[in-house]
């Protein structure tokens, strides 16, 4: 028996504007898939890759030219032939993972090999603005053990921005995310500043499209590769560049791709993050899976929104946790 394909847009505001090198957020347009098989159902949430034109409106014209095809998908590894990477494939594979699992009584998180997940630390993310507004806000992320900040590139302000947020949180781990904000030649200056200021990641100092300056750049500070990095093929590309590999399901279409760029980034000797475009639980829950496998995570999408689904994820202690009822675990597993 085929599947029957369903979606809906929703538009979740955010509490607040969200600002990273040129691009302020408001709100979060998010496209939510249903898979059902007449008996069982899965879910997947995606809102695409605002910087590559995937956004919603892209990711349903995506899915309704497939839709055959997708209705008569038998597998998740069939799924990656049919979709290219990106945000329809997305949800429709994190679609498939929870119907997987409904159908077979197995938690998602143990079909991917996790015997028993585990609470983990996540960064909690700082937009860049003045930095005594960036140090209040450090300040009112009281539980957060990993703090990250958007930079600009504007390399005199970014560098105060960061120093006040150290003074303000000195206890705390430190990454910065400039998005493509720098050019190589301020790099030496960005890598020093943020070493005084114990920075632990700087991520995607220059843009995509120039990752070759960074060939033979020796950095102390472990440089992640995020929008110069989108699937499986790109993660070769970036040993000698880059240390760490951030995947984002929105990008690499699904738990499945990331999964597999996780353990080839493991073969290649990178670092593996876990990102999020900001998006519901219905997100963060199969990014959670991966972020057992991961040495950075960055999962604090939900908390920018006004509201998040019911049930979701739970902040506490500087982490983050996925109960099993927000997705992927088959109702007889509950009720046991």
């Not at 998010?30 to 409106?57: F, K, N, S």
């Not at 995310?177 to 991520?203: K, P, Y």
């Not at 689904?309 to 597993?333: F, K, L, M, N």
Request: overall charge negative; charged content about 25%.
């Amino acid at each position: 028996m085929g599947l029957a394909l369903a979606y809906r847009i929703e538009t979740h505001r955010l509490a607040a504007p969200f600002r990273i090198s040129g691009y302020v957020f408001e709100a979060s347009e998010l496209v939510v898939v249903e898979l059902t098989d007449g008996q069982h159902r899965g879910r997947g949430e995606a809102g695409g890759v605002y910087y590559l034109g995937d956004q919603a409106p892209q990711i349903v014209e995506a899915l309704e030219a497939n839709r055959s095809a997708i209705e008569a998908c038998e597998s998740r590894e069939e799924l990656r032939q049919i979709l290219p990477i990106g945000g329809a494939r997305n949800a429709v594979d994190c679609a498939l993972w929870e119907l997987e699992a409904n159908r077979s009584g197995i938690a998602a998180y143990r079909l991917a090999g996790i015997e028993v997940p585990r609470p983990l630390i996540t960064t909690f993310t700082l937009g860049a603005d003045d930095p005594a507004k960036m140090a209040e806000g450090a300040r009112r992320y009281a539980d957060a053990r990993a703090i990250k900040l958007k930079l600009t590139g504007e390399l005199s302000l970014d560098i105060n921005r960061v120093a006040a947020v150290r003074d303000a949180r000195p206890d705390v781990w430190l990454g910065v995310d400039a998005n493509q904000g720098f050019g190589v030649g301020q790099l030496d200056a960005l890598v020093a500043a943020m070493g005084e200021q114990r920075v632990s990641l700087i991520e995607q100092p220059i843009a995509r499209g120039r990752e070759a300056d960074l060939e033979g750049f020796e950095s102390p500070i472990p440089i992640a590769a995020d929008e110069s990095v989108l699937g499986l093929a790109d993660v070769l590309g970036l040993v000698g560049r880059f240390q760490v590999v951030n995947i984002k399901l929105d990008k690499c279409g699904g738990l499945t791709e990331a999964l597999l760029m996780a353990e080839e980034a493991r073969r290649l000797g990178l670092g593996v993050m876990v990102g999020n475009m900001v998006g519901t639980s219905l997100a963060m829950a199969p990014a959670f899976i991966l972020g057992q496998l991961c040495d950075y995570v960055d999962l604090d999408g939900p908390t920018f929104l006004k509201e998040d689904r019911v049930p979701g994820v739970h902040y506490s202690d500087g982490q983050i946790w996925c109960p099993d009822e927000v997705w992927g675990t088959p109702a007889a597993v509950l009720a046991a």
